[in-house]
């Protein structure tokens, strides 16, 4: 069963987990706009049509270090096979659907108030999603914070 966390949701959704090895910020933006291209091209609210988007390439082919089903629609990242839209988790076999990032990890651990202040502490840093993403990635928001 996949973790939840708001840290994945947070500044229009984060694809820290959905890939590695980025090669740049401009050939994310080029990945994910040929996997929403491709998405488009199938009818999503079928189940069939979704595996055979996810199994178009092997979990492994990975384009410009991006997972094939990384999409964006009005400007938010997300997985179409996640959990969250489908009756199940369309990842599974495809991808580590329990992967969380070291800070999401120490993120879990604080309590309540600790929680609110990286929330805003990452609010005030004013970071587009695929900035906020490889800052996660990277754990860089993670060293910033004290």
Known sequence: MAKLTILCQLNGGCMGCCGHDFVSKGKIKEAVLRNTKEFKEINSEDKKELLQ??????????????????????????????????????????????????????????????????????????????DYSLMMDNNLLLEEFD
Do not use: M, Y
């Open 53 to 130: 988007f996810r199994n178009r390439a092997r979990e492994n082919d990975l384009r410009f270090g991006v997972c094939r089903n990384l999409i964006e629609l009005d400007g938010v990242l997300f997985c179409p096979l996640h959990p969250a839209l489908n009756q199940e988790d369309l990842r599974e076999g495809h991808c580590d659907v329990d992967h969380l990032c070291k800070t999401a990890l120490e993120f879990a651990k604080w309590n309540k108030a600790e929680q609110k202040r990286f929330l805003l502490f990452v609010k005030s840093k004013k970071l587009d999603n695929l």
